[in-house]
């Protein structure tokens, strides 16, 4: 694995009032790693990575993606940056009243310009829906998917713009598990095939083992602890304990 660094988080403090969400946190992402973040809910996992991509402000720290201090960045500067960087939400975030193509159009015109779009932009929805095994969606509705496609076309989406890291959350919530191991396997073959780098949220401890090189546990705000999964899984810590019981 290359050890250049895309991510630095340092020193990262988020409250909401008298609640502490982040406290000094530190993480490193490295080209090629895949992280998994392990907590409770209402830990702070999600607000972690929203202040990632700045959609929140953190209250004090530095946040550095792709060598840019995000913290410096002008509006336009941050939209360049947030193009080279893949977000699949949880509720997936497609358009229900575009189709699967005018959904994975969205974000080429907004990025793309006028030129390369001309040329470019049916070649990159079909390789997008091929990556992902869906190419035959490409003009359905997404009522007419399943709830495993659907998250695949999300993904597609993510994928168009061929992000070097991708912050995923909560990418299996909602789906039977067959299908989250089959997504779960799907992060893996996607991270092979574009090198690229991701930060996981899950509670899906599956999904976790199948996906992640290393785990940090969030607790209290805090990173209690970041190792292998195998390794957490091993640990004698009670507060650890308690996500692989």
Not at 181 to 205: A, F, G, P, T, W
Request: net charge negative; proline share 2%.
């Amino acid at each position: 694995m290359n050890a250049q660094r895309v991510i630095e988080v340092e020193n990262l403090n988020k409250s909401f009032g008298d609640n502490h969400v982040l406290r000094n946190f530190n993480l490193q992402l490295m080209r090629g790693q895949s992280l998994a973040i392990l907590g409770k809910s209402g830990s702070g996992k999600s607000v972690l990575i929203k202040c990632i991509i700045r959609l929140l402000d953190a209250d004090e720290g530095s946040i550095e993606v792709l060598n840019q201090n995000i913290g410096d960045l002008s509006r336009e500067e941050l939209d360049v940056l947030r193009a080279r960087v893949g977000f699949l939400f949880q509720s997936n975030a497609l358009y229900d009243s575009m189709t699967v193509r005018e959904n994975l159009e969205f974000p080429l015109r907004r990025h793309w310009g006028e030129e390369q779009r001309e040329w470019g932009t049916e070649r990159a929805i079909l390789e997008a829906l091929a990556d992902v095994g869906l190419e035959h969606t490409i003009d359905m509705m997404p009522a007419e998917l399943s709830g495993g496609m659907r998250k695949r076309v999300a993904l597609a989406r993510t994928l168009i713009l061929r992000p070097e890291i991708i912050l995923y959350d909560e990418p299996t919530t909602g789906l039977d598990p067959v299908t989250a191991r089959e997504i779960s396997h799907l992060m893996v073959d996607v991270q092979k095939k574009y090198n690229s780098s991701s930060i996981i949220i899950s509670h899906d401890m599956n999904c976790i083992d199948i996906t992640a090189n290393r785990v940090i546990m969030l607790i209290e705000g805090t990173r209690y602890a970041e190792d292998t999964f195998d390794n957490l899984q091993q640990s004698r810590d009670q507060r650890i304990k308690e996500f692989f019981n």
